[in-house]
């Protein structure tokens, strides 16, 4: 049998983790987040994380219709997750500048954002290198047989030298 079944990842369970840009990451997998990273709470496990690329692709072809390059520009990643509870993190989110009694119009702020997942000791981070936007991505329903949730989409801005997250992990995931 080719491959290793223990390389296969089934995540028990997850958070993720907003601050202020000025926020300090853990040092290492082993330390907790600090008191300036908040957690949205609950998560709706079966959406788990969606991680989608965007870049525009356009390949050059010689005459006769070789082709000779790909060139590639405009990369953009979001991470989208569900969240099921309503709390002053989730609220920062998804109505970004409103206040306890009343809501403005969102205009998405620069945070941190880091996604964690678990399955017994195996733990895996993902950090912003250098900050993301969060936005709602559809439509929230509130009625009397199902969760609230929101569906939030991430997109995520790399430093300068293109690094998109600092990863921290156990176990060799």
């Known amino acids: 049998m080719a491959g290793d079944p223990t390389n296969a990842s089934l995540w028990t369970d997850a958070d993720v983790y907003v601050g202020p840009l000025t926020a300090t990451d853990p040092a290492t ?3 907790p987040f600090g008191v300036e990273w908040g957690l949205v709470g609950l998560l709706d496990g079966d959406e788990g994380f969606t991680e989608s690329r965007d870049e525009d692709k356009d390949d050059k072809y010689a005459w006769g219709g070789i082709l000779v390059r790909t060139s590639r520009a405009h990369f953009k990643l979001t991470k989208s997750f569900t969240v099921l509870e ?9 109505w970004p500048g409103s206040s306890d009694t009343q809501i403005i119009v969102p205009k998405p702020e620069r945070i941190k954002i880091a996604f964690e997942t678990r399955e017994g000791d195996t733990v895996k981070r ?8 969060v936005d709602l991505d ?3 329903q509130e009625n009397e047989t199902d969760l609230t949730a929101y569906s939030l ?5 790399p430093t300068s030298g293109k690094v998109l997250f600092n990863r921290q992990f156990t176990d060799g995931t």
Do not use: H, K, M, P
Not at 126 to 133: H, N, R, T
Not at 153 to 157: C, D, P, Q
């Open 29 to 31: 997998i082993d330390d």
């Open 153 to 157: 989409v991430a997109t995520i801005f």
């Open 138 to 140: 559809g439509d929230v």
């Open 126 to 133: 993902l950090i912003s290198a250098q900050y993301a936007e």
């Open 86 to 94: 309503d709390n002053a993190t989730t609220r920062s989110l998804i």
